[in-house]
Every structure is written in C-alpha cells, then in structure tokens.
C-alpha cells in the first residue's frame, strides 16, 4: 500500500482518526477501522513486525499530508486489541516489537499444511527456507514468511502431530506427515 490517497479509507485522511477517541462508542469503532487498518497494511506490505519505536517512519502511522501521527501508546493499545483476536504477538516486556499476523498462526498453519497435502509431500522433510521461498511457494500467500513467524505456525502444525521441527545449528526444517 503506497501513500496514494486512493488506497487509504477515508479515516486516515480524517484527522481525528488520529487522536484516540474519548467517547467509548466512536473509540470503539475506531480501534476497529485501525485494526483493519493495520492488518490490510501489513497484509500488503508483507510486514511481520512492527517496533512501536520507529512506527512514525510508516506511512500508516503517520499521514504526512495532514502532518498527523498516531501515538505510540494509541498504537500499543490496538496492538493489544489484535494480540486478543491472535493477530498480533508482544515480542518483548515493554510491547515495544510486536509481530503482526494477518491471519492468526492457526489460519497459517491450515494454508501451510493445505499447500503441502496438495503436493502430495506428507512424510517430506522440507528447509524452513524452501517452505517461505522455494519455487512452490511463490504463488502462495505465505511466501516471504519471516522464519520467527514461521516457526510459531509449524509449532500449531507440531502440536497437531502434522509435522516435526528440526531446528538445529545446522538445519532449519520441518518433516510433514
């Protein structure tokens, strides 16, 4: 998603989009349009990490045409909102790094698994490398998956008894059955 005015919702170019809300009804629904907001961004910008830290520096946090920047707590709370829909994930204590999931790990895991049954590589080992940028994948929306995220979506298939990790200083993969 670029800064083109046509692909933003009508929100973002609204400036009290930007200041979180006091009456709860109109903050509720703006937590919802910045949910959206951030999954779509994310979704088409590949993103699997957000530092709150430097969220200014994106166009989604910071609307340069109307000089308007959600704050860095505001962003924290909606982060919050995604983590209990199992959006989004707290990388650290302080909730400054957070991974965003456009689908939630379990959504991730049933494409990722899907996509293997369809090739036909149940009992297949597969590297974490070939499952996000092989030549299979490419078409698929999980390709480009950063490898933390990845390995957190083979841990659902893991403990489903789909699959098997190997994660050693030498390898990075996974066995499917």
Same mark, same amino acid.
């Given at each position: 998603?670029?800064?083109?005015? *046509?692909?933003?919702?009508?929100?973002?170019?609204? !400036? !009290? #989009?930007?200041?979180l809300q006091p009456h709860p009804e109109t903050r509720a629904k703006q937590v919802s349009a910045w949910k959206s907001l951030i999954l779509d961004y994310c979704q088409k910008n590949k993103l699997y990490i957000v530092d709150v830290r430097e969220a200014?520096?994106?166009?989604?946090?910071?609307?340069?045409?109307?000089?308007?920047?959600?704050?860095?707590?505001?962003?924290? *709370?909606?982060?919050?909102?995604?983590?209990?829909?199992?959006?989004?994930?707290? +990388?650290?204590?302080?909730?400054?790094?957070?991974?965003?999931?456009?689908?939630?790990?379990?959504?991730?895991?049933?494409?990722?698994?899907?996509?293997?049954?369809? +090739?036909?590589?149940?009992?297949? &080992? +597969?590297?974490?490398?070939? +499952?996000?940028?092989?030549?299979? &994948?490419? *078409?698929?929306? #999980?390709?480009?998956?950063?490898?933390?995220?990845? &390995?957190? &979506?083979?841990?659902?298939?893991?403990?489903?008894?789909?699959?098997?990790?190997?994660? *050693?200083?030498?390898?990075?993969?996974?066995?499917? #059955?």
């Open positions: 998603m670029s800064t083109s005015t *046509s692909e933003w919702p009508w929100q973002y170019h609204f !400036p !009290p #989009f930007f200041t200014h520096q994106l166009p989604l946090f910071h609307n340069t045409t109307m000089n308007r920047k959600l704050d860095p707590s505001v962003i924290v *709370s909606i982060l919050s909102e995604l983590a209990k829909t199992g959006n989004a994930a707290a +990388l650290d204590k302080a909730k400054n790094r957070w991974e965003i999931y456009w689908h939630t790990l379990e959504e991730w895991a049933s494409m990722i698994y899907d996509h293997i049954c369809e +090739l036909g590589m149940q009992n297949s &080992v +597969l590297t974490l490398f070939e +499952l996000s940028q092989g030549d299979d &994948v490419q *078409s698929k929306e #999980f390709s480009g998956m950063q490898t933390d995220v990845l &390995v957190k &979506v083979l841990r659902v298939l893991e403990n489903e008894r789909k699959c098997e990790l190997i994660l *050693s200083d030498e390898e990075q993969g996974v066995k499917f #059955f």
